[in-house]
């Protein structure tokens, strides 16, 4: 997969936020409505990436800064090529890129209608934070926490 860090409004970004709003709306019935402006996936705020397979977008990802954290953000994998580690690669990713920007914890929110995600997480090493966000008290929302290594 070639990762490329693109604008949050960018068009294949678009396609894909579309996307992931949609299997929300499958899985807990609305979209997240966690409030974000497209700014905040800027660097040096941020950064959006999306991963494309023979030229098509395929995964998308993003962070955005909340302090010494970066939050991850619309995590998604198109359904036609999910289970072939596409979402481990974005995240590694996301997470190299939030540490080389001086982020000291990669954070999240995620929720009990995505036990796939939850599963990734946690085995790449995310554990349970203190609530925070849109969905701090939220029945169902998980939030998970993984330490970044310092900047080099």
Not at 121 to 129: A, C, D, N, Q, V
């Amino acid at each position: 997969m070639l990762i490329k860090q693109v604008g949050y409004a960018d068009s294949d970004a678009s396609r894909l936020i579309a996307a992931v709003q949609q299997e929300y709306v499958v899985r807990y019935g609305g979209q997240d409505g966690t409030p974000v402006d497209p700014a905040e996936f800027t660097p040096p705020a941020g950064i959006f990436l999306i991963g494309y397979e023979a030229g098509e977008p395929v995964a998308s990802g993003g962070w955005r800064s909340h302090g010494t954290d970066a939050e991850i953000k619309r995590m998604y994998v198109a359904p036609a090529v999910r289970h072939r580690g596409l979402a481990r690669q974005l995240l590694a990713e996301l997470e190299r890129t939030a540490a080389a920007a001086g982020h000291q914890r990669a954070i999240l929110e995620s929720g009990s209608a995505q036990p796939e995600a939850v599963a990734l997480y946690r085995s790449s090493g995310y554990t349970p934070i203190p609530p925070f966000g849109h969905y701090a008290t939220s029945r169902g929302a998980i939030h998970l926490g993984k330490p970044l290594p310092p900047r080099a």
